[in-house]
């Protein structure tokens, strides 16, 4: 019998690259962490930060993805080596997904030591104009909001004006409540902190109702979108 030769050098680098091309395929948390990783890239570009900030935005990303890769091949092998539920089989895939949950929370707060800063005086003067505006345009912002997002649901007769359709209704007045409180806050130094809690928040709405199966990606997108640039336009027209 003839022992099998171990690949070469070039073939383990093909095996490795066909690993991941296979993941991004299968597995759409990946797709969102790489879309996630490239903006943040192009965002610290942008902002022009310095060669060690860059070095370590690059590991935390490194490190939520081979994390997602991690699970990825812990899953694969739980589904091949159980045929039946097995508790052990289900904690083994639990605390895999939990290693990516740590990785990617230690990734956002990077992010937000590298950023703060840069996005705070970048925005402080936009913000300083319209931290003096009536809190009542709030109110008015969600009521204009709710009002857009019923009759384009009316005219495409896609979805009620509490479930389904598009835009999502909910996304809408996430997104409008977070520029809105991003817009009302005052000079202080958690101007910053306090906007991107509520955008998290809003965030996990949008999430919520893809998850559930109450509106696609782009229901929801065009909802946050839609929230967010009316809330805009209304503080920039009558503040």
């Not at 070469?8 to 296979?22: K, T």
């Not at 597995?27 to 962490?33: G, T």
């Not at 817009?183 to 101007?191: A, G, Y």
Request: proline letters at 3%; aromatic letters at 8%; glycine letters at 6%.
């Amino acid at each position: 019998m003839t022992p099998q030769r171990s690949p070469s050098l070039l073939q383990s680098f093909n095996h490795a690259a066909e690993g991941i091309v296979h993941a991004l395929r299968t597995q759409r948390n990946l797709w969102i962490h790489f879309a996630i990783a490239v903006a943040v890239l192009v965002a610290a570009v942008g902002f022009g930060v310095s060669k060690l900030e860059l070095a370590v935005l690059v590991l935390a990303i490194t490190f939520v993805l081979v994390a997602e890769l991690v699970n990825t091949a812990v899953e694969a092998a739980v589904d091949v080596s159980s045929t039946s539920f097995d508790p052990m089989a289900k904690l083994a895939k639990d605390i895999a997904a939990g290693a990516v949950l740590l990785a990617a929370l230690s990734a956002v707060a990077v992010g937000y030591l590298v950023f703060s800063g840069q996005v705070a005086r970048r925005s402080s003067r936009f913000l300083d104009r319209l931290s003096d505006l009536p809190a009542e345009l709030t109110l008015v912002a969600l009521a204009v909001t709710v009002i857009i997002v019923i009759a384009v649901k009316a005219y495409t007769g896609r979805g009620t004006p509490l479930r389904g359709g598009l835009p999502s209704g909910h996304a809408a007045v996430a997104f409008a409540a977070w520029m809105a409180v991003t817009l009302l806050l005052d000079t202080s130094d958690h101007r910053f902190l306090i906007s991107s809690l509520a955008f998290i928040m809003a965030l996990l709405v949008a999430q919520t109702r893809v998850e559930t199966g109450v509106h696609s990606a782009t229901e929801v997108a065009s909802g946050a979108v839609l929230g967010a640039l009316t809330t805009l336009f209304l503080f920039q027209a009558f503040g």
